[in-house]
């Protein structure tokens, strides 16, 4: 397996783990937050695909975008399924552009976010962006926890 593999692997099995939370999560409590300041569980999950989006145009854009307008802004989240048939196209576009990468381009090529703080090989970024998915599958473990819900088995 070369590193390419390996990242378009880490990225399926981070999603497919996702998956296995979001769709546990009983429609009753999609909007259930543990604290008025904290996203609900289905703005998480939003801003995990949402930000996905972003991050893959960031990536063909070698950088932040100046202007960024979401196809997710005016949709409202009716169900999950709804919302990952939506995310479809977005998420296989996503993976295409990974798997198109070569192993020199994970060095050679530059992620410009000094607006936010950092320049990262490619690389290093896709490696942050399976890292922001997965920080946020275990914010939804512990809301589910917190909320009484059975957590599901993510260790398989």
């Known amino acids: 397996m070369n590193a390419i593999e390996a990242i378009v692997q880490n990225l399926s099995e981070v999603r497919r783990r996702s998956l296995i939370i979001w769709e546990s999560i009983p429609d009753a409590l999609l909007d259930w937050r543990p604290d008025s300041e904290a996203l609900s569980m289905k703005e998480m999950i939003r801003h995990v695909l949402e930000s996905e989006h972003y991050y893959h145009l960031a990536l063909l854009n070698e950088g932040s975008l100046t202007s960024y307008e979401s196809p997710y802004e005016a949709r409202a989240f009716t169900t ?77």
Request: proline share 1%.
């Open 80 to 156: 999950l399924k709804d919302e990952l048939r939506f995310s479809e196209t977005y998420r296989n576009e996503f993976m295409n552009t990974v798997k198109s990468y070569t192993e020199e381009d994970l060095s050679r090529i530059q992620i410009d976010r000094k607006d936010v703080g950092y320049i990262r090989s490619l690389g290093d970024m896709l490696m942050r962006i399976a890292y922001h998915e997965a920080v946020h599958s275990g914010q939804l473990l512990d809301y589910l926890r917190t909320a009484g819900v059975k957590r599901p088995k993510v260790w398989d």
